[in-house]
């Protein structure tokens, strides 16, 4: 194994697994994260409450999703997780149930431009279509939807969003279950007025540069979770 200290980001998985039970974006032991740790991805055991787990609970896998370090099962969405940590610059990956993303995936193909946070994704954020949950086929539609985004909504099940620090993939999933809130919101009560393309574009730049300011002035590291 890595001679790499990995507890760090085993500690992390479990302190950001409790704040996703507590934001209500999973219930029970449903959702899964995984974080990049030297040469290999810690992820989220299989069915262990997120209260009572522990960094030992947390598994180690390789870039194919072989186990190097651990006695639980991984996730059964560990193939959603090796696919899309193979996205260059993508450190931390973060999939929920949530519940405002999950009813937007049966109205709609795609997350509407309700709001200019929409733009934080880059290219949209689309809705994949449905397959059964840790099937090979899942993991071919997410990949589908995702496209040059870092978010996609699961048809029917939940979402998927990429990051590169934990703190930023959790904090682009709880902005994306408050988009689908906000759509659904609106829809609820007519029709929603959208954004134009031109301006989500116009603020995707905007964000970019905003992020290249402060990485060039200091590393921002990955928040403890509240």
């Known amino acids: 194994m890595s001679p790499h200290d990995h507890t760090p980001a085993r500690?992390?998985?479990c302190a950001w697994s409790?704040?996703?039970?507590?934001?209500?974006?999973?219930v029970g032991t449903s959702g899964n994260l995984s974080l990049r740790t030297g040469d290999l991805i810690?992820?989220?055991?299989?069915?262990?409450?997120?209260?009572?787990?522990?960094?030992?609970?947390v598994v180690l896998v390789d870039a194919e999703g072989t186990v190097v370090d651990g006695t639980r099962e991984p996730t059964s969405e560990l193939g959603l997780h090796v696919a899309a940590q193979a996205r260059p610059g993508t450190v931390a990956v973060v999939h929920t149930h949530s519940p405002a993303a999950v009813a937007l995936s049966t109205l709609s193909d795609h997350v509407p431009a309700v709001h200019y946070q929409l733009a934080m994704f880059g290219d949209g954020v689309r809705v994949s279509e449905y397959a059964?949950?840790?099937?090979?086929?899942?993991?071919?539609?997410?990949?589908?939807?995702?496209?040059?985004?870092?978010?996609?909504?699961?048809?029917?099940?939940?979402?998927?969003?990429?990051?590169?620090t934990l703190g930023a993939a959790y904090d682009g999933a709880r902005q994306l279950e408050w988009l689908c809130?906000?759509?659904?919101?609106?829809?609820?009560?007519g029709e929603p007025r959208l954004l134009p393309d031109a301006e989500i574009?116009?603020?995707?730049?905007?964000?970019?540069?905003?992020?290249?300011?402060?990485?060039?002035?200091?590393?921002?590291?990955?928040?403890?979770?509240?």
């Not at 704040?19 to 974006?25: I, S, T």
């Not at 810690?42 to 609970?57: H, I, L, N, R």
């Not at 840790?134 to 979402?159: I, P, W």
């Open 11 to 13: 500690e992390l998985l």
């Open 18 to 26: 409790r704040r996703m039970v507590r934001d209500g974006l999973v």
């Open 42 to 57: 810690a992820v989220t055991p299989s069915g262990v409450d997120y209260e009572t787990m522990t960094a030992a609970d």
């Open 132 to 164: 059964p949950f840790g099937s090979r086929e899942l993991v071919v539609n997410a990949l589908a939807g995702l496209g040059e985004s870092t978010a996609v909504v699961l048809g029917h099940h939940g979402t998927l969003v990429l990051g590169d």
């Open 181 to 189: 809130d906000v759509w659904l919101r609106a829809r609820a009560v």
């Open 201 to 226: 574009s116009a603020v995707r730049g905007r964000f970019a540069a905003q992020r290249s300011k402060v990485r060039a002035t200091s590393p921002v590291p990955t928040p403890a979770p509240r």
